[in-house]
């Protein structure tokens, strides 16, 4: 199966690159999810098999399920060592930029570090609208993941035979936990074909599964209760819903960075539903609510989310965030349901 996704100019182009730099970092954005942990940490793996020496830098924390990982204890924090890792952006010679399509995903401060590095750049990404200037840019919105395109670019570059686990569990994380456990933007055979080959190095798929959704705390499982029996709101004409969680509601259930992680996907369990939205206070900043969407069939989450919520994302998996109350958010969403309602009210 043809799985190649660069011209022969840009192998030649990322070949060179790679050969004439010795500071490299890889990036990815805030509040950092499985696929940009895991290909952030199977891309360095990969420089490594090169004789390479690459800095994985990450805005802030990423949840617990995901420390597991092969290097993850090699990441480093930019909200955390912050001196260091401005050095390392002043100094760096190029920086792999994975899981995002804007500096402004990177947070303030290290969004602009970025910008003003003199390094050369190096995108990877699937999200749609790419804005970051860059020597190479690839970027394919149809892919399930980005570790997707990692592992394309590896096969590419002929790195697969020497391809260790150190790489094939990031990758094969990745990709799972972008389409919820293969669930939703994983129709493609190639994406079959991918997990065939990264079988052949040894990964345990279940035990990974395991890893990622079956790591959570007593209080998680408590939450999800919570929130399933008192929380959900439902709109059953327009087969959508929402829920909330306030800061009140995260400190009841001692709540640590995870614990919501595809809290909004359970209500799509539901017979007939087509949306599913989640509010979260910010557990620091006042009036900003987190925002997460997904959907099923063609009901597009992208579009609601970059007319409502100030975010994006893939077709039936997308985010933002609001500026407001928690209250007011609810307000946005009820409006967000009633100006698509023809749309959710569609058939398959």
């Not at 390392?88 to 399509?101: E, G, I, K, S």
């Not at 960075?257 to 900043?285: C, F, H, Y």
């Not at 994302?313 to 407001?324: I, K, Q, S, T």
Request: aromatic residues 10%; contains cysteine.
């Amino acid at each position: 199966m043809n799985i190649d996704i660069l011209s022969a100019a840009e192998i030649q182009l990322l070949r060179s690159i790679i050969a004439e730099s010795t500071n490299i970092v890889i990036c990815c954005h805030q509040n950092p999810d499985g696929d940009a942990i895991g290909s952030s940490l199977a891309w360095a793996e990969y420089l490594r098999s090169l004789g390479k020496e690459p800095m994985v830098i990450v805005p802030d924390m990423y949840p617990d399920f995901l420390q597991w990982m092969p290097n993850s204890e090699k990441i480093v924090r930019f909200d955390k060592r912050k001196e260091l890792a401005q050095m390392v952006f002043r100094t760096a010679d190029v920086v792999f930029c994975l899981d995002f399509n804007s500096p402004v995903r990177l947070g303030e401060e290290m969004g602009l570090c970025l910008s003003q590095s003199p390094a050369r750049r190096v995108l990877v990404d699937h999200h749609l609208q790419p804005d970051v200037e860059a020597d190479l840019t690839i970027s394919h919105p149809e892919a399930s993941s980005t570790a997707e395109l990692v592992f394309r670019i590896i096969w590419q570059l002929g790195g697969f035979e020497q391809m260790n686990r150190k790489t094939a569990v990031p990758i094969y994380c990745g990709m799972m936990t972008d389409t919820g456990a293969f669930t939703y933007n994983s129709t493609r055979p190639e994406i079959y074909f991918i997990i065939s080959q990264l079988l052949t190095k040894g990964i345990d798929k279940d035990k990974i599964y395991r890893n990622v959704y079956n790591n959570y705390s007593e209080q998680r499982l408590r939450l999800i209760g919570y929130v399933l029996y008192q929380k959900l709101r439902v709109f059953p004409h327009q087969r959508a819903c929402y829920f909330t969680l306030s800061r009140q509601d995260l400190r009841r259930f001692s709540y640590i960075k995870g614990d919501a992680e595809g809290l909004v996907n359970m209500p799509l369990q539901v017979k007939g539903m087509r949306l599913s939205i989640s509010l979260r206070e910010d557990t620091d900043r006042d009036n900003l609510v987190w925002v997460s969407l997904r959907s099923v069939d063609s009901f597009p989450c992208n579009k609601m989310a970059a007319e409502f919520f100030n975010g994006g994302g893939h077709l039936n998996a997308a985010g933002g965030r609001l500026y407001c109350s928690l209250e007011q958010a609810e307000s946005i969403v009820q409006q967000a349901v009633r100006s698509y309602e023809k749309e959710l009210g569609e058939k398959a």
